[in-house]
């Protein structure tokens, strides 16, 4: 079953020129001791995505040692399907009156998912920059201070950074396309080896979105704030190119996989040869653990690859505040982070500047080792590419439904 979006979605698309000063909800200032203090001995539920088990393992193993160790914190991994699920489950409990109880402390956010909670007042403000830790993060860096063309404002904390890659077995594809409209060109001259997810899977999104920026010229075409009548001519053209594209896709493009880990199961099955992932490492870890072949190599776009960086945020309503403030602090930590972008734990880079950390520190980061399956980090911040807005994400998505989905 496909998950539901937020249905605050529609009143987020009519706010959009509101964001900058559309306040979320103000946490009450106090010191970082006493929030300690009163998180002790306290449980918070993190709710994230639960399909990848590298993850559910970091989260359930190093993260909730750290927290039950030096704070007596217990952590409640709450694995979802799809963000929006958390997002809904918000909104239901606050307009069925729980304004302080809620069953979400802290939840893996990003994009069209903390922009319907920033909107809607339903997020906690105030407190991120004021973390221990985040003296650590460079919070004037575009990348960190707007979250899908969404002013960040304080309202969530900087987790992960990630890049789009495409990944194909070499040995089937010795030389793979290296712009959108050469990838285009192969999958109409090799008819039946190439598929993606449909929406609302995120990386089966994303791919349509590397499309349509292609079909506007590029990214500077879909920046700003959503425009209709940009949207509407580009979309013209992008979805007549996917319509287009559908003979020749895996099954005729008669149905398509339902999420990645489809499309990865059709791919080392040899049904397909490409997949694509917004998390490179996957790659790697795909073929240490026997599902990609040995001969898997990931790769970017010459004319570019989308980029993002994911937060962790507190609904408005949370029960445990304080608890989720400690477990935040503590996920931006030298530590976890660089526990996190280990290739043998998850293999997510990191959201610290380096510059400010001690030497010692830095040299950990940068001597940490990579998979050859895995694109080197510097040829994808090289061809890195910024994602569109919230809006602009949520219209290209109806508009795939209402296209190609229907």
Known sequence: MMALRPVLAAVALTAIGLLASTPGHAAEPKPFAQIEAEARG????????????????????????????DHGITVNRVGVADTAEVVNQVLSETEAGVTDAGSVDLVWINGENFRT?????????????????????????????????????????PWSR??????????????????????????????GRFAYPAPPD??????????????????????????????????EKAFGLLEALEPS?????????TSIAQLNQLFANGEVDFTFNYEPTVFGANVENGTFPPTTRSFTLDDGT???????????????????????????????????ARPDVWGMATVLDLDRLTPADADRFRAIPRHPAVVAPEQ???????????????????????????
């Open 306 to 340: 989308l980029a993002n960086t994911s937060y962790i945020a507190i609904p408005a309503n949370a029960r445990n505040r304080s608890a989720a403030m400690v477990l935040a602090n503590a996920l931006l930590s030298v530590d976890l982070q660089y526990e996190k």
């Open 249 to 257: 896709l895996w099954r005729g493009g008669e149905t398509y996989p």
């Open 42 to 69: 306290g449980s918070v539920n993190f709710f994230l995505w639960g399909g990848d088990e590298r993850i559910n393992a970091f989260i359930s193993g190093p993260v909730a040692e750290a927290l039950e160790r």
């Open 380 to 406: 994808l911040a090289d061809v890195a590419m910024p994602e569109p807005s919230a809006a602009w994400v949520t219209a290209i998505e109806a508009r795939w439904k209402e296209t190609i989905g229907r």
């Open 117 to 157: 909670l920033k909107v809607g007042g339903l997020v906690l403000c105030g407190y991120a920059r004021g973390l221990p830790n985040a003296g650590l993060v460079d919070w004037e860096d575009p990348s960190i201070s707007t979250d899908f063309g969404t002013p960040v404002d304080d309202c969530e904390v």
């Open 162 to 191: 990630a890049n789009f890659a495409f990944g194909t077995d070499s040995a089937r594809v010795a030389t793979p396309p290296k712009t959108m409209g050469a990838l285009i060109d192969w999958i109409r001259a090799n008819p």
């Open 202 to 235: 995120f990386n089966g999104s994303a791919f349509i979105r590397q499309l349509f920026i292609h079909a506007a010229g590029g990214p500077d075409a879909v920046a700003g704030p959503f425009d209709q009548g940009r949207f509407d001519a580009i979309a």
